[in-house]
C-alpha cells in the first residue's frame, strides 16, 4: 500500500513556475513507476509525465514536454514536477499516481494508487 500526497500548488503569473512535489508512504515506493496527471473542470485526467522506478527513463505528454520536468528520490521517496513557462491552459488539480509496474504508463487505468491532488491556477 502507499499514499501519496502533493504539495506545492498554488497561484502564478502567466511564464512563472512552480514546483511540485509527491511524497510516498511504504517501503515498495522505489520499485514503482510514477506519473503526473491533471484535471481541469468538466475533462478527464490528462497524463503529463512518467518516470521508471530507477529515474532513468522518463517520458512527457507533447502538451507539456520541454517545460515540464518530472523526478524523483527514492532515498526521500519523493516525485517531483518542475513546471516552467505556464501558460492559463495550464490550470488544473494536479495528481501524483504510482503504478506497481517499474516502467511508465500513459494512461490512468493503469495507475493503482493516487494522491488527492493540488491545483495549480495560472493567471494571464
Known amino acids: 500500500q502507499v499514499q501519496l500526497v502533493e504539495s506545492g500548488g498554488g497561484l502564478v503569473q502567466a511564464g512563472g513556475s512552480l514546483r511540485l512535489s509527491c511524497a510516498a508512504s511504504?517501503?515498495?515506493?522505489?520499485?514503482?513507476?510514477m506519473g503526473w496527471f491533471r484535471q481541469a473542470p468538466g475533462k478527464e485526467h490528462e497524463f503529463l509525465a512518467g518516470?521508471?522506478?530507477?529515474?532513468?527513463?522518463?517520458y512527457y505528454a507533447d502538451s507539456v514536454k520541454g517545460r515540464f520536468t518530472i523526478s524523483r528520490d527514492n532515498v526521500k521517496n519523493t516525485v517531483y514536477l518542475q513546471m516552467n513557462s505556464l501558460k492559463p491552459e495550464d490550470t488544473a488539480a494536479y495528481y501524483c499516481?504510482?503504478?506497481?509496474?517499474?516502467?511508465?504508463?500513459?494512461?490512468?487505468?493503469?495507475?493503482?494508487?493516487w494522491g488527492q491532488g493540488t491545483q495549480v491556477t495560472v493567471s494571464s
Open positions: 499516481a504510482a503504478d506497481r509496474n517499474p516502467y511508465i504508463a500513459t494512461t490512468s487505468n493503469d495507475y493503482d494508487y
Open positions: 511504504g517501503r515498495t515506493f522505489s520499485s514503482y513507476a
Open positions: 518516470i521508471s522506478w530507477n529515474g532513468r527513463r522518463t
